[in-house]
């Protein structure tokens, strides 16, 4: 276990994201891809503490924080995800027929193989923080505040060059035993990180020609 980080401000004036900075963080958000092919190199690990410390500055309900980092590391606690992964992939593609089996059987879902650094992320659902704030009708804030900081997260390393490729085909019951973690801890997301093989502005998804992107969901209902 890492000793957290105390989270001074980064600039104690309020900063002009002007006209540039705007058009650059759009860029961002646009050119942020889910990365299934890494690079083997190494990532410094004083990159991943300051990710660290960025994404801790992550919204979440109550500021609870509630958001628990799992690295890992070793390569048998790796096989036993990756093959936690295999099983859980292959039941996913028997929910498919004829030419959509196809297709899937040649999606890239995971960059497990090759990336570097690999976290398991939990929610910490008997956070004492925040002391309720916000979560009393609905507890489930406390994992959204998770999947917040992931997004934070996925644009801070982003704009270091960084690939984060989410996985979520896991038997979430079997990672969080093989992980050992405490009983109050729900299993939220396995990310993978490093150098990323290749950049692209569209979703591996759209371009393997499984979903395009739409625009439902762009439209907004007024009442
Ligand atoms: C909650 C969540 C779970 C995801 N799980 C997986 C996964 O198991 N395997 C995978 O290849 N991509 C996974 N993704 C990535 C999405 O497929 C990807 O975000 C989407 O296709 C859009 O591509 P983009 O992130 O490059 O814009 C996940 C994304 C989210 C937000």
């Known amino acids: 276990m890492t000793e957290p980080r105390n989270n001074a401000p980064l600039n104690a004036?309020?900063?002009?994201?002007?006209?540039?900075?705007?058009?650059?963080?759009?860029e961002l958000i646009a050119w942020r891809r889910d990365v299934r092919r890494f690079r083997?190199?190494?990532?410094?690990?004083?990159?991943?503490?300051?990710?660290l410390d960025l994404a801790q500055l992550a919204p979440s309900v109550g500021n609870?924080?509630?958001w628990r980092w799992v690295s890992v590391d070793s390569a048998a606690m790796r096989v036993k995800?990756?093959?936690n992964f295999i099983?859980?992939?292959?039941?996913?593609?028997s929910a498919y027929q004829g030419e959509r089996a196809a297709q899937y059987a040649q999606l890239k879902l995971e960059g497990m193989d090759v990336a570097p650094r690999q976290f398991a992320l939990f929610c910490d659902r008997a956070t004492p923080q925040g002391l309720g704030v916000?979560?009393?009708?609905?507890?489930?804030a406390l994992d959204y505040s998770v999947v917040a900081m992931i997004e934070t997260f996925w644009l801070a390393a982003r704009?270091?060059?960084?690939g984060v490729g989410w996985v979520s085909i896991l038997d979430p019951e079997a990672a969080t035993a093989a992980l050992e973690v405490p009983a109050e801890w729900k299993f939220i997301a396995y990310l993978c990180v490093g150098w990323p093989v290749e950049e692209h502005v569209d979703p591996e998804l759209v371009r393997f020609n499984w979903q395009n992107r739409t625009s439902v969901g762009r439209g907004v209902l007024y009442r």
């Open 13 to 26: 004036e309020p900063p002009v994201f002007d006209a540039a900075f705007q058009q650059k963080f759009a």
């Open 40 to 51: 083997p190199d190494a990532v410094d690990p004083a990159l991943i503490e300051h990710l």
């Open 64 to 66: 609870s924080q509630p």
């Open 81 to 83: 995800i990756r093959e």
């Open 87 to 93: 099983r859980c992939n292959e039941s996913a593609a």
């Open 134 to 140: 916000g979560r009393q009708t609905m507890p489930e």
């Open 159 to 162: 704009a270091l060059g960084l």
